[in-house]
């Protein structure tokens, strides 16, 4: 069963507006959430993060907000920009059960010019 | 720069045959993961490794296999006995007690 989950397969944004990616879990021993990005045929890098003590985290254009009793977080994009077309993992991380990082299976971003 | 390497960026298996690809780290971090993408699967966890001499099965251990002897170097066998090996592997590399991964560019692995 999926512990963390991005319903949505692909979002396509136009150039400056706002992209919104969605991430669900529902194991409540989670307690720090990242957001990778990952380019076709390269190695996933990091974006940000936000732990469970937090409902947001902002780092420039990325904000990721955390909604805990939904079991939900989300990453903003403020404005949007072709480079950001990428695969976007979203992470959780247990750090009680000291386990590695469980993954969602993505959600690729398409940022129209 | 420090980083993590892996090698080699393309690989081809003949069937019946294993197959070990390299993941190596100068970043002095304890702990080492090995990770398997699929086309619409996101990441799975094939193995980890927290400190030398010890590693844990992720969740589709099966077919595979691993050592680490040195804390920069966590190789991945995958034996014969994985039947669908063709897909994208990352290795990853962490300090130990944080979530925080760095991962390596990836090894393409293919059946010829």
């Known amino acids: 069963d999926q512990q963390v989950k991005q319903n949505s397969p692909s979002l396509s944004v136009q150039e400056g507006r706002i992209s919104i990616l969605n991430c669900d879990y529902t194991?409540?021993?989670?307690?720090?959430f990242l957001w990778y990005k990952k380019y076709p045929a390269e190695g996933p890098t990091f974006l940000i993060s936000?732990?469970?003590?937090?409902d947001k985290n902002e780092d420039g254009r990325f904000t990721v907000f955390l909604n805990k009793s939904a079991k939900h977080l989300s990453l903003h994009i403020v404005p949007s920009q072709p480079g950001d077309s990428a695969v976007y993992f979203c992470?959780?991380?247990?750090?009680?059960?000291?386990?590695?990082?469980?993954f969602g299976k993505g959600t690729t971003l398409s940022v129209s010019s | 720069d420090g980083g993590i390497t892996q090698s080699p960026k393309y690989l081809f298996r003949k069937e019946g045959q294993n197959v070990t690809l390299s993941c190596e780290q100068n970043?002095?971090?304890?702990?080492m993961y090995w990770y398997r993408q699929d086309p619409g699967q996101g990441l799975r966890l094939i193995y980890y490794s927290q400190i030398v001499n010890d590693f844990q099965k992720g969740d589709i251990a099966e077919g595979y296999s691993v050592s680490r002897e040195k804390k920069e170097s966590f190789p991945l066998t995958v034996t014969s006995a994985q039947k669908n090996p063709t897909a994208f592997y990352l290795c990853?590399?962490?300090?130990?007690?944080?979530?925080?991964?760095?991962f390596g560019s990836g090894t393409q692995l293919s059946v010829l």
């Open positions: 990853a590399s962490s300090h130990t007690g944080t979530p925080k991964l760095f």
């Open positions: 194991n409540s021993m989670f307690d720090y």
């Open positions: 936000i732990s469970s003590i937090k």
């Open positions: 992470a959780a991380s247990a750090s009680q059960a000291g386990t590695a990082l469980i």
């Open positions: 970043l002095n971090h304890d702990a």
